[in-house]
């Protein structure tokens, strides 16, 4: 396929674009500004695949790259430090060789790579090929990407959902969706239960809900495991929680 | 925040018109770019918004937290729901023809991918909001002097 000069000139400034945002990002200090030119970067692929006629992989890259994560990136950020304490050079040493070996590795590897268009490279000659004729007839709909993503790639899609199912539920499991994990604190049979916490809330308090559930609890099993408490207290006190915030 | 008055105002024209084109491209996604991937995400970043700009608890209020776990947990049992009906009727796991075998158009792939679309749009718009809620309540509100 040929590529005119304008689309090939404007695709060497916008990888030089790439180049020059990252190495700001290295060398920056500022986690703030950071944050900020990662999301310039995804914005600048994006417009790079849209040059490429990527068009669902730019509108990903645009919303998930410059949108959320950079939001996701900046809470992280105010949790942690706002400024990154200068590395020393000999402790950067092994990092380096690492890359640039790497990126000799990537250079070697370009003569293999296909030219770009070419119907006969792999991603190109077998099953995709079939998937772009047979979309017409077995699913018609005009974007070819949804009926692979969905149709014919189904399964694989239903990976990806439940793969981001997961992480929600890591996170929600590791800080809890109020960030309430392993803040919270209650006395079961007398006994001080939960983590360094400094004090409870008085809206945990008032809710005598979750503690009278564990008491009925062990009362049926006379001899409880210490180690099973706490793992069925911060799910009732999360639900509780929840739904207090939910009402307020 | 309640001396941000432009950003107030713009964020309440921008939110509803970015709930807006998050929802046109889930359903438009048939026909052009998008798909409940993005769909979701542009949905979550309509909530992030609005919790940035009129604070967390606000944003709280209006999309309760308990209202996250079960919209993860809607998206991927509508999704694998939608596979588990297709076997119900006697095709494979998540082949749609089934839903309207008879159709000259392929309905039945459409029924397919908008319903597998909508689980993922619910999925993925909670998962963004709560891993959002997740951290945002781990530290005071912004003060001033960061924005």
Known sequence: MDITVP???????????????????????????????????????????????????????????????????????????RTAKPIPVGKNLGSFFVVVITGLAMFYAIADMPAYGDPHSA??????????EATREQVQVPNVVTAVLASYRGFDTFGETVVIFMAGLGILLLLGLNGNAGKWQAQPNGQAIGGPGPSITPEVKTKPKPVKKTTAASKRKVAVKSKAKPKAKPKSKSKSRAKAGGKS | MNQHLILRVVAKILIPLIALFAFYVQFHGDYGPGGGFQAGVILAAAVVLYALIFGLQAAKDAIPPSWVRIG????????????????????????????????????????????????????????????FYAFGSRQPELSDEDW
């Open chain 1, 7 to 81: 689309v090939l000139f404007m695709n060497i400034s916008l990888m030089a674009m790439l180049v020059i945002v990252a190495v700001a990002i290295v060398r920056l200090r500022s986690l703030f500004a950071v944050v900020m030119l990662q999301g310039v970067y995804s914005l600048v692929s994006a417009v790079w695949f849209v040059s490429l006629d990527a068009v669902d992989v730019a509108f990903t890259e645009a919303a998930v790259g410059a949108g959320i994560s950079t939001v996701l990136m900046l809470s992280a950020m105010l949790l942690a430090d």
């Open chain 1, 123 to 132: 991603a190109n000659a077998g099953v995709g090929m079939a998937y772009i």
């Open chain 2, 72 to 131: 993860m947990t809607t998206g991927v049992l509508l999704y694998g729901g939608t596979g588990v009906a297709t076997w119900f009727l006697g095709a494979n796991f998540l082949d749609y023809t089934i839903f309207a075998p008879e159709s000259t158009h392929s309905a039945g792939q459409h029924y397919g991918i908008l319903a597998v679309e909508l689980g993922v749009l619910c999925t993925v718009a909670s998962v963004m909001v709560g891993i």
